[in-house]
């Protein structure tokens, strides 16, 4: 059993390493030379996993980065311009938010009621992250994104997408503006409605 999930996790490497790569000889960027260092067991296994997909160790490392790369970029979601997505009713939105309650955390819940009580419902992610204890805004769009997933998901509703067509999940709770190097985030007037009609902002 153990050696069929060695090979199903190999191969799931080297299918995403291998696009990868696709992606970055399509692009023809220019590399950048750095070093890193490694535990002695952490070298021993990406000379292995090199080795079993028939690549140079210092190729399939900068693989390795770029897929961590494309990862936290997803799942930090940053912001964007110019949002254009059909968004689910105040109803569906109240409905998913009674769903996903449990799974809600009191980081969820203090951002959520403090950007509601905001002016017109208009804020920045470090007043956001002050109000829910973080002390850095990536931390919000992290958790932003987290309970923008799990509604898309509970309401089977495709996420918006950023202008590269990746995941844009915090587009599913806000808009974005940008004013003078800052961005602003605005609560849907749906999601404004949905947290009224469930109670999560009183």
Not at 92 to 102: D, L, M, Q, R, V
Not at 162 to 172: E, I, M, N, R
Request: aromatic share 10%.
């Amino acid at each position: 059993m153990l050696n069929l999930i060695q090979i199903l996790i190999q191969y799931l490497v080297v299918n995403k390493v291998q696009k990868l790569a696709h992606k970055v000889l399509q692009r023809q960027e220019d590399s950048v030379r750095f070093s890193i260092t490694l535990t002695k067991t952490d070298n021993l296994r990406l000379e292995k996993l090199a080795e079993v997909i028939g690549r140079s160790k210092s190729a399939f490392c900068s693989e390795l980065i770029s897929a961590a790369l494309d990862d936290f970029e997803e799942v930090i979601d940053t912001p964007d311009f110019n949002i254009d997505s059909f968004l689910p009713s105040a109803e569906e939105y109240a409905k998913a938010f009674n769903s996903i309650g449990e799974k809600l955390t009191e980081g969820h819940r203090a951002m959520l009621k403090a950007h509601y009580h905001t002016p017109n419902y208009i804020t920045t992610t470090s007043e956001l992250g002050k109000a829910a204890g973080y002390e850095h805004s990536a931390a919000v769009n992290l958790q932003y994104a987290r309970v923008g997933k799990m509604l898309a998901e509970q309401l089977n509703w495709s996420l918006p997408q950023h202008s590269d067509g990746s995941p844009f999940p915090t587009a599913f709770l806000v808009e974005w503006h940008k004013f003078e190097d800052v961005w602003y985030c605005t609560l849907h007037p749906q999601v404004v409605q949905a947290l009224e009609i469930v109670g999560l902002v009183f």
